[in-house]
Nanobody, 124 residues
Framework: QVKLVESGGGLVQAGASLRLSCEASQVIFSACSMAWFRQAPGKEREYVGAISQSGTRTDYVDSLKGRFTISRDNAKNTVYLQMNSLKPEDTAVYYC?????????????????WGQGTQVTVSS
């Protein structure tokens, strides 16, 4: 069992930056591709982006390319989501997810483990 714990969320003003972290409890983290999803109130959970097991490949939803960056540190069992130029529409609960596969996916059903989420609120 892999436990994922997100941190770094909070309340910020539009234009600010935040970096979310997701730490995994087990060493198999290095064998997993990792992703970030988000869910705004009243909306379905949506894909933000992902990073391959090796960290050499990343994938982002087109609307967030250039503002959000995913990275990972396998020595620390941690994946990061750097969010810049935040907008009110970025307000959501952000979840990290782990997939027991070296390749990423955009589908929620392809991920084996999920964190509890961290709230990000962007005020205008």
């Amino acid at each position: 069992q892999v436990k994922l714990v997100e941190s770094g969320g909070g309340l910020v003003q539009a234009g600010a930056s935040l970096r979310l972290s997701c730490e995994a409890s087990q060493v198999i983290f290095s064998a997993c591709s990792m992703a970030w999803f988000r869910q705004a109130p009243g909306k379905e959970r949506e894909y933000v982006g992902a990073i391959s097991q090796s960290g050499t490949r990343t994938d982002y939803v087109d609307s967030l390319k250039g503002r959000f960056t995913i990275s990972r540190d396998n020595a620390k069992n941690t994946v990061y989501l750097q969010m810049n130029s935040l907008k009110p529409e970025d307000t959501a609960v952000y979840y990290c997810a782990a997939r027991l596969n070296i390749y990423t996916s955009r589908r929620t059903g392809d991920y084996n483990y999920w964190g509890q989420g961290t709230q990000v609120t962007v005020s205008s």
